[in-house]
């Protein structure tokens, strides 16, 4: 049996949008497969009743406070005991659920992440990881996209261990190709950062930890022909994906879409994973749909089957022995 | 009287498309503006005649050598005395032209502008600009795009000073909105390098140096409703850029480009001014087609114009009297 955590007090929308998104996930998750619900439990069946569901379908956990976006994510989580984010990651943590997904506060989810999952042994830092499209019809793996900025490039070398083992799991693709994301093709070019990461991946791909090919300039990132997996750090990570999603919305309102820029479509990514910690957190729009919200408990449904924290922890293990 | 210097030798289709170029831009500059072409005499002479075009409106200056894509930049600027390059810089430098263009080797035009038009007496490091397109019609300026990488905080609030500059000068724009490139709106956020930069901008921007309006972040540089500047980092700038040309080159294959997207095309941008020198330098694209080098005499002839050389040279030395 799958449990797979639902803030249902999270997002812009909330409850209306992530129960209805919990609804539409019901036909689309595997037979013993099983969502949870955190929230006010009145307001959650209030919910339930409006789409006729069998709401004995769902495990409701109630709970009595909510993290609002303008509190401080520490002190909230800290605080609000009963709140629907933290509830959910204590139910995360004692094994009651097998992941967890919001759309609430960024900040909160992060804090218990990092603080209740914690981050897994030898992971210098966790990261937040997106997929954007190429035109040979699959995907590239970002990561960090913002989590962490002024990386140091041993935290990078390990976001290339990260991606590609996420990428071999949840994506389903054999020795993913892992690039460093750089303003040139060639081992010397770059910034002192990228540099320095570009060396260290390359002494762990001779290693055989993972299938390093080198730079990836952003020119290529969409044509899926150079990486599966890009490296970068957040600050740059983050730039790239808010680029994407302006020219994404000018595009949409300019009529000019097609199966390529739909791919931008943050209510098709299902999140942004949190990962290098120890059990499957995904994290959501504030402003998720629905639809959004389905593809969110998808794509948690799918990290927990993949088994992505035990192939980390194991990897992480492996690595370490090989210092 | 204007004299745009052209090196006729520089760029993948030279001299043809540089001559073309040249031909076309005819038409388009000022009665009292001239275009100087340096290179082989003969070879240009048999380009004009195909245009069938009055030679005499031209001046050509003959050499000898040409700077190759695969040599050394610096050695080669320095050996080859009678290239095409490293002579169109010693006429820029002895005022016999007001500005030189070539889509040559970025190299060598870099060593010329650095080492023989020297960089303006404050200016910590020059930078290269751009400029993309937005859906309220006007453009943003983009600087730095590639030239420095691990910018100081210093070099960044620099490049704010250019930007606005050039944006009044060039573009027409008057008090151009400034902003930094940032992941975040709020002051605090950012990174080490542009947490220093936002503070050192709002500084200067309360002496009255330029008007600073904040960060941008990079979902918003196409509305055009937040800054006609934004000043980011190389390593950030180029890959900016570079994800531009990636995406319009997909959305171009695909049929669905407009007017917003054309402005992305990079035959319309007219080069790329090298800032922060003594002298107007333009450089273009290895693959410049005519219509590229076209519209680069065109800019630089509009930087020439425009003064911004003695414009910037003024600011510095203000601003060194405002420390």
């Known amino acids: 049996m799958t449990r797979i955590g639902l803030d249902a007090m999270g997002g812009d929308f ?47 956990v109630h709970t009595s406070e909510v993290i609002e976006m303008g509190d401080h994510p520490a002190q ?50 966790p990261t937040i990881a997106t997929a954007i499209p190429t035109i040979s019809k699959g995907k590239v793996l970002l990561l960090d996209i913002g989590l962490n900025v002024d990386c140091k490039p041993e935290v990078l070398e390990q976001y ?29 070019k770059g910034n002192a950062q990228s540099k320095a990461a570009h060396l260290l991946m390359k002494e762990s791909a001779e290693k055989g930890l993972y299938n390093f090919v080198g730079n990836v300039e952003s020119s ?54 949190v990962l290098g910690i120890n059990a499957p957190v995904t994290i959501g729009h504030g402003k998720s749909t629905p639809l959004a919200i389905k593809n969110m408990i998808l794509s948690t449904e799918n990290t927990i089957l993949s088994q992505l924290t035990q192939k980390l922890k194991h990897a992480f293990k492996t690595e370490s022995s090989l210092q």
Chains 1, 2 share one sequence.
């Open 14 to 60: 909330a409850p209306q949008a992530a129960v209805e998104g919990a609804v539409m996930a019901l036909n689309e998750i595997k037979a013993d497969s099983r969502i949870v619900l955190f929230g006010n439990k009145e307001a959650i069946i209030a919910e339930l009743e409006k789409h006729q569901v069998d709401q004995s379908r769902f495990d409701i």
């Open 76 to 125: 909230a989580f800290q605080k609000k005991t009963d709140s629907s984010i933290t509830v959910g990651f204590k139910y995360l943590a004692e094994g009651k659920i097998d992941g967890f997904a919001s759309a609430g506060s960024t900040g909160a989810m992060m804090v218990g992440s990092v603080h209740v999952i914690r981050v897994i042994d030898g992971v210098i830092r």
């Open 220 to 273: 290529y990132l969409f044509t899926g022909k150079i990486c599966d997996v890009a490296v970068m750090d957040g600050f740059v990570g983050n730039t790239v994906l808010k680029l994407c999603e302006g020219l994404y919305a000018i595009n949409r309102k300019m009529g000019s879409v097609n199966q390529f820029w739909d791919g931008m479509n943050y209510e098709s990514a299902g999140g942004t994973p």
């Open 160 to 188: 290339a261990l990260i991606g590609s083992i996420y990428a071999e799991s949840v994506y389903g693709i054999p020795s993913p190709r892992v690039a460093l994301l750089n303003i040139g093709e060639e081992e010397a």
